[in-house]
């Protein structure tokens, strides 16, 4: 629980983080103030169809007052989030307006409650639990701001009871009620800014981590195709000289340089084809199984320091299809 009440989002991604609360809270402004209206003009067309039963209310010109107030707020709160998402407001502004929808939602839900309840707070808390709930869910604001917010309503509880005719054990239970509610509406609301920005956090470090994965993977395709074209050309020569100077000098000796260079190109070739999407890796052609394995043990035999005996009259007739260079390989 304390760790929830420090808890504050890394330094490295605050600044962040702070922004996209603000983006996100002012959009909740604009569509809770559309449902505020909403909800409030239905009230009052319902009591146009009853304004008998509903004028016969107790505190009935209380509540109307209250309704009137809250349809005008809904309107302005309307208003100022379009101007500042469409002019971009600076930060602070859009704050502001953020913190004065908070308080604005929490005293006229505290006041229904309040005028409901025939002015003794303990009795209904319906609509200012509404309230409380909706601030800690729809608004991810800082600690200072919570707390000025939490501290501003409880002495607007405190001060509504002083004034009306209660015995001292209710009012003893009012204030006790609103300390509680506070309690109620800074853990709820710290505990969704700890979600939130844990969650934003994760998202960060995973696009941070997907960056550096391409970045790697545009470094190995750098590494590979430099290979792949700076050693091409000198085994190419390996492999030309090696055929010019085959008749001058020892054949089998020439023979074991030339193929193994042209086995290193393949090689570099097969590193280019692995770079190349949408395009078949293995290239395989169809060859005898004997000659094939024939060809290589002869290539190991050029050293006379091998004897390698190969019996295979049960296979002369067998052809299969594999990527010969990579076989080669594996062997």
Known sequence: ?????????????????????????????????????????????????????????????????????????????????????????????????????????????????YIISLYNTKNTLTVFLIGIVTVSLFFAIEYKEIVTATVFIVI????????????????????????????????????????????FVKIKQLEEKNREIEILNIRKKEILAFVAHDLRTPLSNIEALSEMIAEKYEPNLIELISRSAGQAQQIIHDLIEAEKEH??????????????????????????????VLIAEDYLDIDVEINTSKIERVM
């Open 279 to 308: 395009q078949e890796l293995l290239l395989r052609q169809k060859v005898n199984v004997y000659s094939y394995v024939k060809s290589i043990t002869d290539k190991w035999q050029i050293d006379n320091s091998r004897k390698i």
């Open 156 to 199: 607007v509880f405190v001060l509504a009871i002083l004034f009306v005719p209660l015995s001292v054990n209710q009012k003893v239970m009012n204030v006790y009620a609103a300390v509680f509610l506070g309690f109620i509406l800074l853990c709820f609301s710290r505990y969704n800014y700890y979600f939130k920005s844990q969650h």
């Open 1 to 113: 629980m304390i760790n929830l009440f420090n808890y504050k989002t890394p330094r490295r991604y605050a600044a962040d983080f702070r922004a996209f609360c603000t983006s996100t809270n002012l959009k909740n402004v604009y569509l809770l103030s559309v449902c505020s209206l909403c909800i409030n003009l239905f009230n009052r067309l319902f009591a146009l169809f009853f304004w008998r039963d509903i004028k016969a209310m107790e505190n009935y010109l209380e509540l109307s007052l209250l309704n009137w107030i809250q349809i005008f707020a809904a309107i302005i709160f309307i208003y100022l989030s379009k101007q500042a998402t469409k002019y971009d407001w600076p930060r602070k502004q859009k704050d502001m307006l953020i913190f004065a929808f908070i308080i604005t939602i929490l005293v006229t839900t505290f006041s229904v409650s």
